[in-house]
């Protein structure tokens, strides 16, 4: 027979199995998954991943046992022998010990017969199951196999970074221990305590975003810039009580010194003033007539350019000057009798 002729043959008659039933014909007499007959070959790129093109011109999984022709039973064969298209494993003393091919449909989501796996398709899309429904994932190749893998770190060891031997996470956010893979920080609990460690092991310690770590930042003024508001551009202080500036983050005066000397601004450039005590104090007030009054030469406000008008008969007063025709006696204003 034409060699070209019968490589045609096969290529349409294991066409015709796969479309019709989803079967996968397999070695009848081994202890190897009878899948490992697949497609007709003429060349090794003309197999999928995982199988190569045997001597016989058949695609066969790489490592299953070659103890059946596939090519006698496909081409020499008139019909098939139902007996030998078994999807199940098969055992030496029964050759059809397995599953039905009947049964087994690959890409239905359910791992029956010779499958090793079942991801509803019939696609090799790197999940770890491949066209035929067999396994070919590797723990250890840097690519994550997502039905059989958590995580692949690019070996097989238990190398603390939160990838087990097998390809499995056993990492622990809050045990004191930064797991790479999947952490950041690890400051031995899962509160987020404002040290840069969030709840979940990953790293919040950013300066400018107007959170203050408080074990790696003095302040944070929603920048990194050093604009003169006492939190510099590392998210320090540095602010200086005394040097006549007014850092408005830390500060609410600053008159040259670290002194309370009656102006309004304490020894920690804090603001003590306060308007009608009878205390001028200058660096906020130009009066105060120890009261809180509205009128007369000194406001409310203890500002000489907001004073309002002449007090009336009853009005809390300090001088004459705050009356209108009364005179201040006892602190108000009253009309001589």
């Not at 003393?93 to 690959?106: F, I, K, L, N, Q």
């Not at 893998?149 to 056993?170: L, Y």
């Not at 004191?176 to 999947?182: A, G, M, P």
Request: with cysteine; proline share 1%.
């Amino acid at each position: 027979m034409d060699t070209e002729l019968v490589h045609s043959a096969r290529v349409l008659l294991s066409i015709l199995l796969f479309s019709v039933s989803g079967l996968a014909v397999g070695a009848g007499c081994s202890d190897a998954p009878k899948a490992s007959c697949a497609f007709a070959c003429g060349a090794a790129d003309e197999c999928p991943g995982g199988y190569y093109c045997a001597p016989d011109s058949w695609c066969k999984l790489e490592g299953a046992a070659e103890d059946f022709d596939c090519g006698a039973v496909l081409v020499d064969g008139a019909t098939l022998d139902a007996s030998l298209i078994d999807a199940g494993v098969a055992d030496a003393s029964d050759p059809d010990s397995g599953t039905d091919a009947s049964t087994v449909v690959c890409g239905d989501s359910m791992t029956t017969g010779g499958e090793t796996c079942d991801d509803g398709n019939e696609i090799d899309d790197g999940n770890g199951c491949d066209m035929l429904c067999q396994r070919n994932d590797t723990c250890g190749d840097n690519t994550i196999q997502s039905i059989f893998e958590e995580c692949d770190d690019g070996n097989q060891a238990d190398d603390s970074n939160g990838c087990d031997a097998t390809c499995q996470r056993n990492d622990e956010c809050g045990n004191n221990s930064i797991e790479s893979l999947f952490e950041a920080c690890d400051d031995g609990n899962t509160a987020d305590d404002g040290n840069g460690c969030s709840a979940t092991c990953m790293d919040n310690s950013t300066c400018g975003n107007g959170n203050i770590e408080v074990e790696i930042e003095q302040c944070d003024d929603g920048n990194e810039v050093d604009d003169g508001n006492g939190c510099d551009a590392a998210c320090q202080r540095n602010d200086v009580c005394g040097n006549d500036i007014i850092e408005a983050l830390f500060e609410t005066c600053d008159d040259n010194n670290q002194l309370d000397d009656g102006n309004g601004c304490s020894t920690t450039c804090q603001r003590n003033d306060a308007c009608g005590n009878g205390i001028i104090e200058g660096l906020f007030e130009t009066c105060d007539d120890n009261n809180a009054d509205t009128c007369g030469t000194c406001s409310a406000a203890c500002d000489t350019s907001q004073a309002g008008g002449d007090c009336t008969n009853g009005t809390a007063c300090s001088s004459g000057d705050d009356c209108d025709s009364e005179s201040c006696s006892l602190g108000f204003c009253q009309t001589p009798r």
